[in-house]
């Protein structure tokens, strides 16, 4: 059983290992001896104490432990018609007698019962002390009263490892889930070149260390501050489809500017793809264009290259246009010896112009499989536009 656990725990993404495992089994051991049973609101928390070393996996832990100790029916149309009846609870007054005489089932045996519950109850059922219902003494259900039972739906004064399993409130402390510019600009000061750089200055603690070591002899230490010598550079496709996802984009440029700790930081717009060019505006203006040989120039390869955008288009956009449309009629008018260098010719030109590069997609992994973002897909590592993903790309360029 617990075997399956923790291997349920690791499919989903709980990155827990065999010691923490084995540690988990000897609290269960030592807890079982000492109490004879554990009931499964103290296994939840036994288990997720020895497990979860992250509060960001605690929504994991819920799926898991919820998939390997809670789940209680596989047939969603009576799930959707059982919270239905239980959302409808009626208050029901119960004395001290029925309260005294209220149902109590072993902890092993909870859930084996309800399941037989949900395998025979055909009707709804308030104030009862058998089946799921609400306002009684029964084991299970809502709103009523039960020393030892498992809330289904609904709010109780007594809580069950299995309610709050049900309920996943640890799912806003997903990486995937909460991308803001704080969060943002963490992932990205672990970008980081360091060299010494600057005149000699006196290092206080070394001085010391060195005198010491010296028996008392003085021996005066200067060092240079080490400084970070990464220079980074942020692509972002904008208009069209990638409109919607305009805040996303905006708190990562506003987290990349805020973080002051790279030697220089310059950022660049595209329309869909590069073609021969990108720009220092938003507004993709000419008189804003910089051409991607120009660019190659201004920066050395060692420069770190992060690209937005949702590599979403018109196959021909990416393999036949040489251009905007714009671009394309006024390079046939005036300038007949343009580029005819395809969009992702372009975007192999510019992956191949910097050592490192990622490729940041706002769009969910599994809307991949279009034809224009797998041919981007084969050119730039591409990671999702997220904290987790984020945290990915920097590992990638750093």
């Known amino acids: 059983m617990f075997l399956n656990f923790f291997y349920t725990l690791r499919n989903n993404g709980a990155p827990v290992s065999t010691r923490e495992f084995l540690d988990f089994i000897k609290v269960i051991q030592t807890f079982g001896d000492e109490k004879s049973s554990v009931s499964l609101e103290e296994l939840y928390s036994i288990a997720r104490t020895c497990l979860i070393k992250d509060v960001k996996h605690f929504d994991a832990y819920d799926l898991s432990f919820a998939q390997c100790f809670g789940e209680l029916s596989s047939d969603e149309d009576f799930k959707s018609k059982l919270m239905s009846w239980l959302e409808q609870a009626k208050k029901t007054h119960l004395d001290e007698q029925r309260k005294k005489n209220a149902m109590n089932l072993p902890s092993e045996e909870l859930l084996k019962e309800l399941q037989e519950r949900l395998k025979t109850q055909k009707e709804r059922h308030d104030?009862?002390?058998?089946?799921?219902?609400?306002?009684g003494t029964s084991a299970f259900g809502h709103s009523g009263f039960n020393p030892n039972g498992i809330r289904v739906g609904g709010s109780s004064g007594q809580r069950s490892a299995l309610a709050v399993a049900g309920e996943r409130k640890f799912r806003e402390y997903r990486h995937d889930?909460?991308?803001?510019?704080?969060?943002?600009?963490?992932?990205?000061?672990?970008?980081?070149?360091l060299r010494n750089s600057g005149r000699n200055e006196l290092n206080l603690d070394k001085s010391i260390d060195r005198t010491c070591q010296n028996m008392g002899e003085v021996e005066i230490v200067h060092t240079r501050k080490r400084k970070n010598d990464l220079r980074l550079i942020l692509?972002?496709?904008?208009?069209?489809?990638?409109?919607?996802?305009?805040?996303?984009?905006?708190?990562l440029f506003s987290a990349a500017h805020q973080v002051n700790h790279f030697k220089s930081f310059d950022a660049y717009y595209f329309h869909n793809v590069m073609y021969d060019k990108v720009y220092t505006d938003a507004s993709l203006r000419y008189d804003k264009a910089m051409d991607l040989e120009s660019l190659s120039k201004k920066f050395t390869r060692d420069t770190r290259l992060i690209v937005v955008g949702d590599a979403y288009m018109a196959p021909y956009e990416l393999?036949?246009?040489?251009g905007t449309m714009r671009d394309f009629y006024w390079s046939l008018r005036e300038n007949p010896k343009a580029s005819n260098r395809t969009g992702i010719e372009r975007v192999r030109q510019l992956n191949q112009m910097f050592k490192k590069s990622v490729w940041l997609n706002p769009e969910p992994s599994s809307l991949w499989s279009s034809p224009t973002i797998a041919a981007i897909k084969s050119v730039f590592p591409m990671r999702e536009l997220t904290i987790e993903g984020i945290s990915k790309a920097v590992k990638d360029i750093a």
Request: charged residues 30%.
């Open 127 to 135: 104030g009862g002390n058998h089946w799921v219902g609400t306002g």
């Open 177 to 193: 889930e909460k991308l803001d510019v704080r969060n943002i600009k963490v992932a990205l000061k672990k970008l980081r070149e």
């Open 319 to 322: 393999f036949q246009m040489t």
């Open 235 to 251: 692509m972002m496709d904008v208009g069209g489809s990638m409109t919607e996802h305009s805040m996303r984009v905006e708190k």
